[in-house]
């Protein structure tokens, strides 16, 4: 079911699909996507997983179909909006999965413990501390954002393997998509960004990097989380690049279906 609803702070456009849509206790994960992406990065996963959860895709602020009413793009206007919709749609327990730019809201938003967080899985995350790319390296990621061609480039780095056609139409129609402000906040200001400590994330984490993403490395996120969320488990795909969600969407399944099990049979859900 697609719908869209206009919230405090901005017009947010979702996917709300799978077992127990009607069931307002849940479970349900819900989806944040990467830099570019949309909700339509999580077809795949969605597809698979449906049948057994309800799943929730959000087009974060300036891409896909929604857009801000207060001209704010940064995280923390992105976070309230994940909030306010799982509000919005009274989702008692839920679990976020999010994808590079989409996990470093999802750790904004799980370092504060919101009611019914049962788990996070990162996907590729961008860490909290910010990355430190040079100026020219991210001016040279935006402009590879403005056509087909520079986003075809750029799909050499972000996957391991050629995408499907249709996917590969996909990721350039969301990229050129995007809000030009949504586009420029996220290589000026958010990949750099601190968002401050998440030790204090209170539900099971679970972290899931492909061994050749180029982007965020396995071998920089593991030593760094470790030091971040010790009790976090970090799980590497093998022959997967930053685009898991599109690359190997059944992996991406299997990580979530284990985290969400485990946070059930713990009780670990945040108190309402």
């Known amino acids: 079911m697609t719908e869209s609803i206009t919230l405090q702070a901005a017009h947010i456009h979702y996917e709300d699909v799978g077992d127990g849509v009607a069931a307002a206790d849940g479970p349900a994960f819900v989806f944040l996507h990467y830099w570019g992406g949309s909700s339509r990065t999580w077809r795949h996963v969605i597809r698979l997983l449906a049948p057994a959860a309800r799943c929730i895709a959000v087009d974060l602020r300036g891409w896909g179909a929604s857009r801000p009413l207060d001209g704010r793009y940064d995280m923390e206007a992105m976070a309230g909006d994940v909030l306010a919709l799982v509000q919005h749609l009274g989702v008692k327990r839920y679990v976020l999965v999010g994808h590079s730019m989409g996990g470093k809201v999802a750790q904004l938003v799980a370092r504060g413990n919101p ?158």
């Not at 402009?143 to 139409?169: F, K, N, T």
């Not at 990229?175 to 030009?180: P, R, V, W």
């Open 115 to 272: 009611a019914g967080l049962a788990g996070v899985v990162l996907v590729a995350p961008s860490p909290p501390g910010g990355m430190p790319v040079p100026v020219e390296v991210r001016a040279g990621m935006l402009a590879s954002y403005q056509s087909a061609e520079g986003v075809a480039q750029a799909l050499g780095i972000l996957a391991h393997r050629p995408l499907a056609d249709a996917d590969r139409q996909q990721v350039i129609a969301d990229t050129l998509g995007g809000a030009d402000r949504a586009k420029s906040y996220w290589t000026e200001a958010g990949m750099t960004a601190d968002i401050g400590d998440i030790a204090g994330i209170a539900v099971p984490v679970r972290i899931v990097v492909g061994d050749h993403d180029q982007v965020e490395r396995a071998d920089v996120l593991k030593p760094l989380y470790a030091g971040l969320l010790p009790a976090a488990q970090f799980q590497v795909l093998e022959g997967v690049g930053h685009l898991s969600p599109l690359e190997a969407p059944e992996a991406v399944v299997r990580c979530c279906a284990d985290l969400l099990h485990a946070a059930w049979r713990s009780g670990h859900t945040n108190s309402i």
